[in-house]
């Protein structure tokens, strides 16, 4: 599979397609606010018609996973979802077909510092992709 990643303030998938405000950004902060993770998934022909599980996890600057507080106690920040590609009709055999994806977020109360999405399919880890962003630190008085 092939992926696109883009980082944005708000992105939704409407009739099969990525509606993104105030995306291609990589550096935030430093107050929490709402983002998004954009994601073109291009799944060959010969992966269509079967679901797939992906795993989407924000890591440290150090590779280790985030941990979050929140209402159920401290957890880490991981998504995860299932998808599935049909072939529609018309389409010539062999043509790998796209999967778009919004994934939101609300505020996360990050320090500063450096952070990386990773996303993995299928638990693949040869196959495995990356966004990067930095959180600033409150400016200098």
């Known amino acids: 599979m092939k992926v696109n990643m883009l980082l944005a303030d708000f992105a939704q998938v409407v009739q099969g397609k ?9 550096v935030t902060g430093p107050q929490p606010q709402p983002s998004a993770v954009a994601l073109k998934i291009e799944v060959p022909w010969t992966q269509t018609n079967r679901r797939h599980e992906f795993k989407m996890e924000l890591l440290d600057a150090d590779g280790r996973g985030v941990i979050l507080p929140g209402p159920e106690g401290e957890k880490p920040v991981v998504m995860t979802g299932q998808f599935e590609v049909g072939r529609p009709p018309g389409v010539p055999q062999g043509t790998p077909l796209d999967m778009p994806l919004a994934l939101t977020l609300g505020p996360l ?11 993995s399919i299928n638990n693949a880890t040869k196959e495995e992709w990356e966004a990067a962003f930095t959180v600033r630190g409150p400016a200098p008085a």
């Open 18 to 26: 990525l509606y993104v405000m105030g995306g291609g950004w990589s």
């Open 109 to 119: 109360p990050l320090m500063a510092g450096r952070y990386v999405w990773k996303l």
